[in-house]
């Protein structure tokens, strides 16, 4: 190999090199994950916190007379993602990363839609892994909803994207039939 054919690849390692120091890792976009859903749980935890059928919305003391429903309508969900100073893209991989970590050690993960049904009390008398995956479940709405605010984007829920056919989960025409 000629010593210029040794320079282009060497420049090349080095080009290579300095785009993936730029890249943030998988570690450093998900550390970003509590402070980001902890910004946005005024406005988003308490849709988390629902059966399907009802909302459960907690009412601390609070001296200052502070309304919920005076704070939604002045929030400015663009304006909270610029102050983040997070792009898009990387909530994106965030919610993906919460999505994927939260099916993986969720022992009832098969179940996901059944157990969304089940009283919010009852499910925060699961244990370890179960009520940890329900902790990441709220986590992942609350970036889904967000992110719909934000981008329009329309993101998948948990038991919206199941691996295989639907049908084959669920029985022959059970996902066509609209009780």
């Known amino acids: 190999?000629?010593?210029?054919?040794?320079?282009?690849?060497?420049?090349?390692?080095?080009?290579?090199?300095?785009?993936?120091?730029?890249?943030?890792?998988?570690?450093?976009?998900?550390?970003?994950?509590?402070?980001?859903?902890?910004?946005?749980?005024?406005?988003?935890?308490?849709?988390?916190?629902?059966?399907?059928?009802?909302i459960q919305i907690s009412q601390p003391f609070r001296p200052d007379k502070w309304d919920w429903y005076d704070y939604a309508r002045e929030w400015k969900a663009e304006q909270e993602l610029k102050d983040m100073s997070i792009a898009p893209e990387i909530l994106v991989q965030i919610h993906d990363t919460i999505k994927a970590r939260a099916r993986h050690i969720d022992p009832l993960e098969r179940w996901h839609s059944l157990v969304s049904f089940v009283s919010v009390d009852k499910r925060k008398r699961l244990k370890n892994a179960a009520l940890y995956a329900q902790t990441l479940y709220s986590m992942e709405a609350m970036l889904r909803m967000f992110l719909e605010e934000t981008t329009g984007a329309k993101l998948a829920a948990p038991d919206e994207n199941l691996p295989g056919d639907q049908d084959s989960f669920y029985g022959a025409g059970v996902t066509q039939n609209e009780l």
Do not use: H
């Open 1 to 54: 190999m000629a010593e210029a054919d040794l320079q282009k690849w060497g420049q090349k390692i080095v080009d290579w090199a300095k785009q993936l120091a730029t890249v943030p890792t998988l570690s450093s976009t998900i550390s970003k994950a509590p402070i980001v859903c902890q910004l946005l749980a005024n406005r988003y935890f308490f849709k988390t916190q629902s059966d399907r059928r009802t």
